[in-house]
């Protein structure tokens, strides 16, 4: 079987209400928590290189507030060895401003999307294409309709891959459609190594309460009982201590996995690949 070297990083730090994240009401008015921004790398025996999710272009939110410690996702590659122009998929777990900006960083890559989370994201924006791009509206509260002037380009470049539903898109790597949960064709990753299938839950689940309890964020856009049907699948992969899982924005995640500090990125090292070389070697 194939194997993939799994690798977290932190590309910029935010804050937001704890309950946001982990449920309401069981987790209201008890404040704010950090909120990391991650994307994942996965490296395969043969060395193939996929990213998945590519962050925001610049460390300016929407609202004009900086994010803490950014790095754009194609610089944070280089720090740590890796060639943007290497990465030749990238798989976007949904198409929020924090999880699919900056595409250009990476020029030979082809990109899976669901078609289903394209096709009515861009219905959205038609709907209320007089609407200012703000937060303050909630249908555009995570959009950027910048990043689908450049997603579009892609397409007719035909550098984007639609998928529909479940797909296989390399050995051991398989893209689980979460049809409205966290947006209209949310995904997750399912990834084969020697130490059992991990899930990189992208949005999906955002902290390992969720999961853990069984309670659902208190910010989504699609469905609740779809998510929750969700959270079953990705535990029945991940085991039921969540050994396997990826969050998508959980802070816990550096106390979860072998945990690293290099240029200024906070970073885990999931899983590594028989005979490839550890990124906890390298850190200071």
């Known amino acids: 079987m194939n194997d993939w070297s799994i690798w977290t990083f932190c590309y910029a730090m935010g804050k937001l209400p704890l309950d946001f994240l982990s449920g309401s009401p069981i987790n209201s008015n008890r404040g704010t928590v950090d909120v990391p921004m991650f994307i994942t790398l996965l490296k395969s025996r043969n060395n193939e290189l996929i990213l998945v999710d590519t962050g925001f272009a610049t460390g300016e939110s929407m609202t004009g507030n900086k994010f803490a410690d950014f790095v754009r996702s194609d610089q944070l590659l280089k720090l740590f060895g890796f060639d943007p122009a290497q990465v030749h998929k990238v798989v976007l777990t949904h198409l929020h401003f924090d999880h699919a900006g900056n595409l250009e960083g990476f020029p030979n890559a082809q990109f899976y999307v669901q078609r289903y989370e394209y096709d009515a994201w861009k219905q959205v924006i038609r709907k209320y294409q007089d609407t200012p791009n703000s937060k303050y509206h909630w249908a555009f509260s995570s959009l950027n309709r910048d990043d689908f002037i450049v997603l579009d380009r892609l397409i007719e470049q035909g550098r984007v891959t639609f998928l529909d539903g479940d797909a296989d898109i390399s050995n051991g790597l398989t893209c689980r459609l979460a049809k409205d949960t966290h947006t209209f064709g949310s995904q997750w990753l399912q990834i084969k190594t020697t130490e059992g299938d991990f899930v990189c839950a992208g949005d999906c689940c955002y902290t390992f309460e969720n999961l853990r309890r069984m309670w659902p964020p208190g910010y989504l856009q ?28 959980d802070i816990h995640l550096f106390d ?18 028989q005979g490839q070389g550890s990124l906890l070697n390298h850190q200071y």
């Open 256 to 273: 979860h996995y072998p945990a690293g500090q290099a240029h200024g990125v906070r970073f885990v090292e999931a899983h590594l690949a």
């Open 222 to 249: 699609g469905n609740v009982w779809n998510m929750l049907n969700t959270f079953e699948e990705m535990k029945e992969v991940a085991g039921e201590d969540l050994g396997r899982l990826i969050p998508g924005h």
